[in-house]
């Protein structure tokens, strides 16, 4: 649903992975693909996602916004 949002906080040493539901969806400015997922292991970083429409979502805020990666 437009504009529907989920904040994500890594709270470990560890990786962790957002991954799109499909190939279809894209995150938007941080990843350079449809379907790539985003991945950080660096305690204290966040990233929030909304959604811009039925397959594209964008982040709006990023705390350590290098230390997000895209990954296939």
């Known amino acids: 649903a437009i504009g529907m949002k989920f904040t994500f906080v890594v709270i470990a040493a560890q990786n962790l992975v957002i991954d799109p539901a499909d190939a279809n969806d894209y995150i938007r400015a941080l990843t350079n693909a449809a379907g790539d997922s985003i991945t950080s292991a660096a305690v204290g970083d966040s990233v929030t996602l909304v959604a811009i429409d039925a397959n594209n979502w964008i ?12 990954t296939n």
């Open 59 to 70: 982040g709006v805020a990023t705390s350590k916004g290098d230390s997000w990666a895209d």
